[in-house]
């Protein structure tokens, strides 16, 4: 039954992530830190040095960051930070909308 019980609960993390409905808010501060930082391209020790905690404890965060978002990559997490970025809005005036 508890087979059953994690299937269906992994079914509908990935309906919710696919729909953008699992948001940010799953995460705590400093995991949000940590992640943006990952996504823009900052490696371990560079994020440890700019947040002043160990590189461990960067690896700690991103693990966790991972798990809460249900992925299993570095790579996976700038996709989905890039796929929930808000689209921006064009003005009809705007010269580079021109073909």
Same mark, same amino acid.
């Given at each position: ?6 299937l ?20 705590? @501060?400093?995991?949000?830190?940590v992640?943006?930082? +990952?996504?823009?391209g ?38 989905? +930070?890039?796929?929930?970025? @808000?689209? @921006? ?11």
């Amino acid at each position: 039954m508890n087979k059953v019980l994690e299937l269906g609960r992994d079914a509908m993390n990935r309906r919710d992530r696919q729909s953008g409905l699992l948001g940010y808010d799953v995460l705590s @501060p400093r995991e949000r830190q940590v992640m943006l930082l +990952a996504v823009k391209g900052f490696a371990n020790k560079q994020i440890a040095r700019d947040l002043r905690v160990a590189e461990g404890t960067v690896k700690l965060h991103l693990h966790r960051v991972y798990q809460k978002l249900g992925i299993k990559s570095r790579f996976a997490l700038a996709v989905l +930070a890039r796929q929930s970025q @808000p689209k @921006p809005i064009r003005r009809s005036d705007d010269p580079s909308d021109a073909a």
